[in-house]
């Protein structure tokens, strides 16, 4: 088990039970970072008393610095101060759970002063997954995965002896809270109803990303990152309970499935204790509350995500960087009532159509990329 640990997004969903997993781990918590929540972030200091702790907003780092001036926790800002609470002598494993692409940079310092990640933030995959794969290799790094899909996944290839005898990995969706809706009855939905997610608590971001099918299809190329699979490797299959978290199916027709009630603490406890296993405190699954496990095929054609996704993972080079990039600016438009939610991917779509697929060398051609195509849609509206 790791017992040192930073935690960048700590005041968001997955960093919050991060702590709670911690907490009850008895682990030291060696630096926490933040984007906003400063009075959050300002309660975790005094109660795990972090060596340094980041806010990316950096007014409101001078604002926190002064309220724990009588502490002995030092106060960082930017994405530098991300980077050096990421990159500490006395980590052991990094747990990225900020939202989006500004989890890349933190990630890659992290692996180059060789600290474990776990991985709550799929955006570094999507959009540097050969880049930050590679600098994990050169260094020695495990990078465990947090997302419950992924986390189930990695579980069920433990059994995995060789690479020949998988056929399949299946990962689910719970359809988000527009499943079986059609195109129609989405043209006019609201913020309040997008964010009404049957299962799971998370952030506005993840939440708005499952109710656009965004979720899945950008955890279908972090999949095949994390796990060196091939696009016709990867199934999805609509399971609205979220009970099966996902599958791996062998050449011998046996498929292991990973399962448990809707909860993040598990897989966060997994990746912090692997291989072993520790009590997270997450409620055992009682069968006899879920007498019915229904499967379904994803409907493509009116949550069009998965296809653009898919076709971003095909093209390769930037391509993944755009899709990514036009999604964030995308969603963050429909969370300020600036566009209507179909608007989203159809702006997605048309930032991949627009731009020229570029190899990727270094990190600058990613940051590049990135900003181009957020100015691509801001300039949309």
């Known amino acids: 088990m790791k017992n040192?640990?930073?935690?960048?997004?700590?005041?968001?969903?997955?960093?919050?039970?991060?702590?709670?997993?911690?907490?009850?781990?008895?682990?030291?918590?060696?630096?926490?970072?933040?984007?906003?929540?400063?009075?959050?972030?300002?309660?975790?200091?005094?109660?795990?008393?972090?060596?340094?702790?980041?806010?990316?907003?950096?007014?409101?780092?001078?604002k926190l610095k002064e309220k724990v001036k009588d502490t002995n926790?030092?106060?960082?800002?930017?994405?530098?101060?991300?980077?050096?609470?990421?990159?500490?002598?006395?980590?052991?494993?990094?747990?990225?759970?900020?939202?989006?692409?500004?989890?890349?940079?933190?990630?890659?310092?992290?692996?180059?002063?060789?600290?474990?990640?776990?991985?709550?933030?799929?955006?570094?995959?999507?959009?540097?997954?050969?880049?930050?794969?590679?600098?994990?290799?050169?260094?020695?790094?495990?990078?465990?995965?947090?997302?419950?899909?992924?986390?189930?996944?990695?579980?069920?290839?433990?059994?995995?002896?060789?690479?020949?005898?998988?056929?399949?990995?299946?990962?689910?969706?719970?359809g988000g809270p527009f499943f079986g809706k059609t195109k129609d009855e989405l043209k006019n939905v609201t913020i309040k109803d997008a964010l009404n997610h049957p299962n799971w608590k998370m952030g506005a971001k993840i939440t708005i990303d499952s109710a656009t099918m965004m979720n899945k299809g950008l955890e279908i190329i972090e999949a095949m990152h994390l796990f060196d699979t091939s696009l016709d490797k990867i199934d999805v299959i609509v399971h609205p309970q979220s009970i099966i978290h996902s599958m791996v199916e062998y050449v011998d027709g046996c498929i292991l499935a990973q399962m448990g009630i809707p909860s993040m603490k598990a897989p966060i406890a997994y990746a912090l204790t692997y291989p072993h296993r520790k009590n997270s405190g997450v409620k055992p699954l009682d069968f006899t509350k879920y007498p019915s496990l229904s499967f379904h095929k994803p409907d493509n054609e009116t949550f069009e995500a998965m296809k653009i996704c898919r076709k971003a993972a095909s093209l390769g080079g930037t391509a993944t960087t755009i899709l990514n990039a036009a999604?964030?600016?995308?969603?963050?438009?429909?969370?300020?009532?600036?566009?209507?939610?179909?608007?989203?991917?159809?702006?997605?779509?048309?930032?991949?159509?627009?731009?020229?697929?570029?190899?990727?060398?270094?990190?600058?051609?990613?940051?590049?990329?990135?900003?181009?195509?957020r100015e691509f849609i801001s300039k949309q509206i």
């Open 4 to 62: 040192k640990i930073c935690v960048l997004g700590s005041t968001g969903s997955i960093g919050t039970q991060t702590l709670e997993v911690a907490r009850k781990f008895k682990t030291k918590i060696t630096a926490l970072a933040a984007n906003k929540n400063i009075t959050l972030l300002e309660n975790q200091i005094r109660e795990f008393k972090p060596f340094f702790a980041a806010v990316y907003d950096e007014n409101l780092a001078k």
């Open 73 to 174: 926790t030092k106060i960082l800002s930017g994405i530098e101060g991300l980077c050096e609470v990421a990159s500490l002598s006395s980590t052991e494993i990094v747990v990225t759970a900020v939202s989006g692409m500004i989890g890349l940079r933190p990630t890659l310092c992290a692996i180059n002063t060789k600290k474990d990640i776990a991985l709550a933030n799929k955006e570094t995959l999507v959009v540097g997954g050969d880049l930050v794969l590679n600098e994990a290799k050169k260094n020695g790094v495990n990078i465990l995965p947090v997302d419950s899909e992924h986390s189930a996944i990695f579980q069920c290839l433990q059994s995995c002896k060789d690479k020949k005898d998988l056929k399949k990995l299946i990962l689910t969706a719970s």
């Open 327 to 373: 999604n964030e600016e995308a969603v963050n438009l429909f969370l300020k009532e600036k566009i209507k939610f179909l608007e989203i991917t159809e702006l997605v779509k048309k930032a991949l159509e627009s731009f020229k697929i570029n190899k990727i060398s270094s990190l600058e051609d990613i940051l590049e990329t990135d900003k181009k195509t």
